[in-house]
């Protein structure tokens, strides 16, 4: 099983729909969890932290579940903007290094 | 924000030479960073961890001897990818920690290297 594994899209989506991506990690022992974004041909940016009691911010909701070792986003009301490539990162057990899963592509359709 | 540069965005080279890529914390200093590589469609994978004053840190299968890591001062950290070959051509990405979130890194703007 990979280390951080999500799904790969890509994702079309008309603008004004709402998506949800989904993400497992392998660690049990992982301590922390992130939603990064990247544009094409740019450095990796933090969107948001993921905590265990879930946490939104505007559009973005962010859930963790520890049970089943699985992270998810969801963008409500997508925007042209929100098209980006969608980074898992987990922060891991005892060697304390960011893992970043493949990315799942989103591009929102005017 | 905290804020890197690197430097340069786009390199082309010959194959056998070499090319340094510089990465600068422009308003915090950072004891530690990090290099990373991304091939296309891929994730970024971690190269190695560069720490002020000592010797770098390599991920397993990344070698020392070609990819040369000197973090001189808390604000410098350069990587040098030594003789570099076609398969070498990739996206390399550095990032410093912030010191807010834990686990917030902020990256440098990437160097894509095209070695022909």
């Known amino acids: 099983r990979k280390e951080v594994e999500q799904d790969p899209g890509p994702f079309n989506v008309p603008e004004g729909a709402t998506v949800a991506f989904n993400c497992t990690y392998s660690?049990?022992?992982?301590?922390?969890f992130f939603w990064y974004r990247q544009d094409c041909r740019k450095e990796p940016k933090l969107l948001m932290s993921?905590?265990?009691s879930g946490n939104e911010d505007g559009r973005f909701t962010a859930q963790l579940n520890r049970a089943s070792q699985y992270i998810s986003l969801l963008i409500r009301d997508s925007k042209l903007s929100d098209s980006a490539t969608y980074l898992c990162?987990?922060?891991?057990?005892?060697?304390?290094?960011?893992?970043f899963g493949k990315g799942t592509l989103l591009t929102v359709n005017p | 924000g905290a804020v890197v540069s690197q430097h340069p965005s786009r390199v082309i080279c010959k194959s056998g030479t070499s090319v340094k890529i510089e990465c600068r914390s422009l308003?915090?200093?950072?004891?530690?960073m990090f290099w990373y590589r991304q091939f296309p469609k891929q994730s970024l994978m971690l190269m190695a961890t560069?720490?002020?004053?000592?010797?770098?840190?390599?991920e397993q299968g990344v070698e020392k001897d070609k990819f040369l890591i000197n973090h001189a001062s808390l604000t410098l950290s350069t990587l040098t990818v030594t003789s570099a070959h076609p398969e070498d051509s990739s996206f390399y990405i550095c990032?410093?920690?912030?010191?807010?979130?834990?686990?917030?890194?902020?990256f440098g703007e990437g160097s894509r290297l095209t070695v022909l």
């Open positions: 990032s410093a920690p912030g010191t807010g979130v834990s686990g917030e890194l902020f």
């Open positions: 660690n049990s022992a992982s301590q922390s």
């Open positions: 993921v905590y265990s």
């Open positions: 990162v987990v922060l891991g057990g005892s060697n304390y290094k960011l893992t």
């Open positions: 308003d915090f200093q950072a004891t530690t």
């Open positions: 560069s720490n002020e004053g000592s010797k770098a840190t390599y």
